[in-house]
């Protein structure tokens, strides 16, 4: 049982569009994380959420708490956006999903 | 100012041997985080310290892992009798407060193999 679904699990986009990945969770949270790693790279947090809509540069997270749902959009996307996204939830312990990879071609 | 760092980097030993890996989190970060990634996957958890305490060890796989934070800044997780199945990265994180509810900053992770 994933209490931490993604998807798609791979995708991949030309240089310049626009990008959605979803993360839906089955238990109660108190945040929601996205997350970085690139190939043979640490992770990076991109974004911690508990309600509504955060920006950062061209990334945007997004969370629906009644649906259990967020999203991570990334704008005019470029080929050094190419790495696993991952989402986590904070219930009573730290839940992964499996991760999105993502590859933008130039 | 420093990150999170782990070491080692890379650790191969072989089936039934003793390991420790060690992390460094970032100076007054209160609460400290072990997983563990094997490839293809998401992190999943191990253990959690807040302080010099273990607050949720619900994550460690079974009594072969053990994991210590005793001055409440740097931690070693042990593991007893190694197993193929051990094989992972372990990624250790770090954040100020309470879990969850901050951002947690991670470290390179030491990438270990069981032979």
């Known amino acids: 049982k994933n209490e931490v679904e993604q998807s798609p699990q791979n995708l991949t986009a030309q240089e310049g569009e626009f990008i959605t990945i979803n993360c839906s969770y089955s238990v109660g949270i108190s945040a929601l994380h996205w997350l970085q790693q690139h190939p043979g790279g640490g992770i990076v947090s991109l974004f911690m959420l508990s309600s509504g809509k955060k920006k950062h540069g061209r990334l945007i997270a997004t969370i629906n708490i009644q649906e259990k749902h967020s999203s991570l959009h990334i704008t005019a996307s470029h080929p050094r956006d190419s790495a696993v996204y991952i989402c986590?939830?904070?219930?009573?312990?730290?839940?992964f999903g499996t991760g999105t990879s993502l590859t933008v071609i130039p | 100012g420093a990150g999170v760092s782990q070491t080692p980097s890379n650790k191969v030993t072989e089936k039934g041997k003793y390991v420790e890996l060690r992390c460094d989190p970032i100076s007054g970060h209160t609460a400290l985080y072990w997983y563990r990634q094997s490839l293809g996957q998401g992190p999943e958890f191990l253990i959690y310290f807040q302080g010099t305490g273990a607050a949720d060890d619900s994550g460690l796989p079974n009594d072969r892992f053990f994991a210590v934070r005793p001055e409440g800044s740097v931690s070693t997780l042990k593991i007893q009798r190694t197993e193929r199945g051990d094989s992972a990265v372990y990624l250790c994180a770090s954040s100020f407060g309470l879990a969850g509810n901050n951002e947690q900053f991670f470290g390179p992770g030491t990438r270990l193999t069981v032979l």
């Open positions: 986590a939830v904070y219930g009573n312990q730290f839940y």
